[in-house]
């Protein structure tokens, strides 16, 4: 029996690392997904690839700007019009910004916390009344071991992950009697094609990413995007269903 048959899930973000890899484990464990991302043309890409990998699958292509408090009704309505039901929300879109606090721009405030936090809570608001009729709603939320372990350089992103565990506290605790479970995923260093692009202008090669030894963890690796989409399916699925206001750490055992 798959573990998400029935259900209809939206992952925004769904068009990168994580969130691909989401779409994929989800539409494999038989749910119905939407994927959100502001790239349209990585979001086909993407989209085609489930199919191909997964033929039953029914996906849903959602291109728009989440950072926008108006699609978060949208997204929720055109999925609803789609599928007929919601039943998970993955919260995972997510931008990044090198600014030290002592230069960090207004502008880029603005912009990181209206992808990484608000998006969240804006998409939480719509979601909500669907989840509530679901009767086994679950919600969850990718924050990062940076909520916990902030470091020099990135203090915007920190921030911003740090508010989703908060966030993800608040809803749960407001939603525990009307039946909808919120947790949070923190990810560790995960080999998504965002870092093996960032890393290219260093000279490192995807090969030399997935073998060397990192210091961030005590696997001493990074992870495949496929190890942080399997506990988010778990923490989705009924299987999680006295899970809530939890934080699980997908980290390889990061070193604080
Ligand atoms: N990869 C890691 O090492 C790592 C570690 C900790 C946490 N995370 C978190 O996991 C989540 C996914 O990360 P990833 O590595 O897969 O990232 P990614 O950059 O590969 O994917 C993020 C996706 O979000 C989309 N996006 C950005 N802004 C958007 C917007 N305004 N509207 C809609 N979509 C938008 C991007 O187009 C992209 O497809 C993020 O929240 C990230 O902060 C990642």
């Not at 033929?55 to 989440?66: G, M, T």
């Not at 606090?101 to 992808?115: C, N, R």
């Not at 960032?198 to 696997?219: C, P, S």
């Amino acid at each position: 029996m798959a573990r998400l048959s029935g259900k209809a899930a939206i992952i925004t973000g769904g068009a990168g690392g994580i969130g691909a890899a989401t779409g994929e484990v989800f539409a494999s464990e038989g749910a119905k997904v939407a994927l959100v991302d502001i790239d349209a043309g990585a979001l086909a890409e993407v989209a085609a690839h489930i199919r191909k990998q997964v033929p039953s699958a029914q996906v849903l292509e959602i291109a728009r700007d989440v950072g926008r408090e108006a699609s978060a009704a949208a997204i929720v309505k055109e999925t609803l019009d789609a599928f007929g039901r919601l039943d998970i929300l993955v919260n995972n879109a997510g931008i990044r910004s090198y600014e030290p606090l002592d230069e960090a721009k207004a502008e880029t405030w603005q912009k990181i916390l209206s992808v990484n936090l608000l998006s969240y809570a804006y998409l939480a608001r719509e979601a909500l009344p669907a989840l509530r009729q679901s009767g086994k709603g679950a919600m969850v939320n990718i924050s990062s071991t940076h909520a916990y372990n902030p470091r020099a350089g990135m203090g915007q992103y920190d921030v911003a992950k740090a508010g989703i565990i908060s966030l993800t506290k608040t809803l749960a605790f407001e939603e525990a009697e009307r039946g909808v479970r919120v947790n949070a995923v923190c990810p560790g260093l995960t080999l998504t094609p965002f870092h093996v692009r960032r890393f290219a202008a260093t000279g490192k090669t995807e090969h030399d990413l997935r073998t060397e030894k990192v210091d961030h963890n005590i696997q001493r690796r990074w992870a495949d995007p496929k190890e942080v989409a399997w506990p988010i399916l778990w923490l989705a699925s009924d299987e999680a269903s006295f899970m809530t206001a939890s934080v699980i750490m997908a980290d390889g055992g990061t070193r604080v």
